[in-house]
């Protein structure tokens, strides 16, 4: 459902820039952080603009709780929360609906990539917790849990970063904030390891054609290789910091 915009806001501007001066295939300033907790085998924090989110990995481990096991492979388990304070209007602190939607979204983006066959009799637990929303959050929780992943050591077959590609005033545009999302034509968030070329995410909410989903989604690729290379700059940065030697 399109939401009317409020008088005034310019989405694409007759230069051809977005409300926030970004171009079209422009993403926002986006930081990474890895082993942030002490406490947990790996952690990491992404930022994609305003949009901030944390990522806990414990595991691969026994289940705390009696919990039914997979006797060839380990489980992934993925709890994908938004805080309280983390949008504009308090959230109730409960998991909503689209947030236990979102955790089952984001294990079947992880599930390709994780391999999870040298961990039988296990779970993996991922806690990812939005502290700041403005759009995007589920492409930015895929892009943390990857890192935190690695930072844990568990093995992949490749690093997974994330970025949604939204329709705004009849323009594709890169890496969508929340005023887009929510005046915008339709968005794809999409998922992907560009390293064995696989994408482990793809939904589209609204209508594009045919011509315009092929661009939207060559758009959000050439993003994502670019946010799996910050993804490997971090982690060799962070093991440089841990007292490693610079691969």
């Known amino acids: 459902m399109v939401v009317k915009k409020p008088e005034g806001l310019v989405l694409i501007t007759p230069e051809g820039l977005r409300h926030d001066g970004r171009r079209p295939d422009e993403l926002r300033p986006i930081k990474m952080e890895v082993g942030i907790f002490k406490n947990a085998d790996g952690s990491a924090m992404v930022e994609y603009g305003k949009t901030r989110v944390i990522a806990a990995v414990y595991g691969p481990r026994e289940p705390i709780q009696k919990f039914p096991l997979l006797p060839d492979k380990a489980t992934l388990r993925v709890r994908y929360h938004m805080a309280p304070f983390s949008t504009e209007e308090r959230k109730n602190p409960a998991p909503s609906r689209r947030e236990i939607e979102l955790s089952k979204v984001i ?3 992880l ?6 066959e040298e961990y039988p009799r296990t779970v993996i637990d991922i806690f ?54 929510m005046y915008g034509e339709a968005d794809l968030p999409v998922a992907a390891a560009p390293d064995i070329g696989l994408v482990t995410l793809l939904q589209l909410n609204g209508v594009m054609t045919r011509e315009e989903f092929s661009r939207a989604l060559d758009m959000a690729l050439t993003a994502i290789s670019k946010i799996v290379e910050m993804e490997k700059r971090t982690l060799r940065s962070g093991y440089v910091e841990a007292g490693g030697s610079e691969l």
Request: charged share 25%.
């Open 107 to 109: 294990r079947e983006a």
């Open 128 to 181: 990812l917790e939005v502290i700041q929303a403005d759009g995007g959050t589920r492409t930015a929780a895929v892009t943390a849990a990857s890192l935190a992943l690695a930072d844990a050591g568990v093995p992949m077959r490749a690093l997974v970063g994330g970025v949604a590609v939204g329709k705004v005033d009849g323009v594709l545009v890169v890496d969508i904030d929340e005023t887009e999302d």
């Open 111 to 116: 599930e390709p990539i994780v391999l999870t």
